[in-house]
Nanobody, 127 residues
Framework: QVQLVESGGGSVQPGGSLTLSCEAS????????LGWFRQVPGKEREGVAC???????HYADSVKGRFTIVRDNAKSTVDLHMNSLKSEDSAVYYC?????????????????????WGLGTRVTVSS
């Protein structure tokens, strides 16, 4: 059973920065994709950023140039560095794990490719 533990959420003013971290455990497969999704009440959970085992990345258009996803395969971790945060970035952010790994564009486009989810961490951007 794969477990994903997120950390790093919180409150920040518009224009500020936050880094979310996720540590994965409980798996034996060596090839897997990781990603971050977010959800606000009343809306579908959407892919924000996804990264392949080899480091190929995909970002939602709304976060390109502001967010960076990075993974450490040795530590089984994935971080989401969020800069220039906007109020519309406020959401619960979920770490996601997928294996066999799909293309990162596919993973970020549909929840159906995700095998396991973290419990989520809340990000609030407000003045």
């Amino acid at each position: 059973q794969v477990q994903l533990v997120e950390s790093g959420g919180g409150s920040v003013q518009p224009g500020g920065s936050l880094t979310l971290s996720c540590e994965a455990s409980g798996f034996s497969r060596s090839a897997y994709a990781l990603g971050w999704f977010r959800q606000v009440p009343g809306k579908e959970r959407e892919g924000v950023a996804c990264i392949s085992h080899g480091g190929t990345t995909h970002y939602a258009d709304s976060v390109k140039g502001r967010f960076t996803i990075v993974r450490d395969n040795a530590k089984s971790t994935v971080d989401l560095h969020m800069n220039s945060l906007k109020s519309e970035d406020s959401a619960v952010y979920y770490c996601a794990w997928s294996s066999p790994p799909p293309l990162v564009q596919q993973m970020c486009s549909s929840r159906s490719y995700v095998n396991y989810w973290g419990l989520g961490t809340r990000v609030t951007v407000s003045s």
